[in-house]
């Protein structure tokens, strides 16, 4: 089976809602990382947390390696926070390879 | 942040031609990657590199060699395009640890 699962395949939201992202993995993880990507294509590294809690502005990344879970949450969610999602892991006993997750699609509307 | 560009940005070919898609990075790092990504298989690594010199095949590479010639620049080499190549390829590179850093990707189309 997929080794990382993400949650929701695809959420919409009224802007200032927050939002809340489900990574769960089956397998040791060395790190894990969460990127957007935009709807033009390109990806942008959100946070790289290997475990415990991250914050930049509105989005908070926390990791529970013993829970086998990794989550993204979005406050007071912006238009311009819509685009795709997706959490990688780096496995334990393959460092420096990333297995992706197949993504959340998050549409903000106004 | 890591600065890592790709070339070019949008490219069309035909079945069977030849096909060089190029990355450069320039922040040092030692570990670069090539990765594919399809609607409903996400993104999968095709080769990696540890350094200059290095290579290593990832977990989709039929169809496709790599060449790492300096520290910075990293090609993905399609010597038989087919149709189902059609993609968009990213690259990216990384330290040790500290998480990976993508490029804005290649979108290939191969007709």
């Known amino acids: 089976g997929q080794q990382v699962q993400q949650s929701p395949a695809s959420l919409v939201l009224q802007e200032g809602e927050n939002a809340e992202l489900q990574c769960n993995f089956s397998t040791s993880l060395n790190s894990m990382q969460w990127f957007y990507q935009r709807p033009g294509g390109s990806l942008v590294s959100l946070f790289y947390n290997p475990s415990g809690t991250k914050h930049s502005g509105r989005l908070t990344s926390t990791t529970v390696i013993k829970e086998r879970r990794s989550s993204l949450h979005i406050s007071s969610s912006q238009t311009t926070d819509s685009g795709t999602y997706l959490c990688?892991?780096?496995?334990?006993?393959?460092?420096?390879?990333?297995?992706f997750g197949q993504g959340t699609k998050l549409s903000i509307k106004p | 942040e890591a600065a890592v560009t790709q070339s070019p940005r949008n490219k069309v070919t035909v079945t069977g031609g030849n096909v060089t898609l190029s990355c450069r990075q320039t922040n040092s790092h030692n570990y670069m990657y090539w990765y594919r990504q399809d609607t409903g298989h996400g993104l999968r690594l095709i080769h990696y590199s540890y350094g200059a010199g290095n290579l290593q095949i990832g977990d989709v590479p039929d169809g496709y060699k790599a060449t790492r010639t300096t520290q910075e620049d990293f090609f993905l080499l399609l010597e038989l395009a087919s149709p189902s190549q059609t993609s968009l390829y990213f690259c990216?590179?990384?330290?040790?640890?500290?998480?990976?850093?993508f490029g804005p990707g290649t979108r290939l189309t191969v007709l």
């Open positions: 990688a892991l780096e496995p334990w006993y393959n460092q420096g390879k990333l297995i």
């Open positions: 990216a590179s990384s330290e040790r640890a500290g998480g990976q850093y």
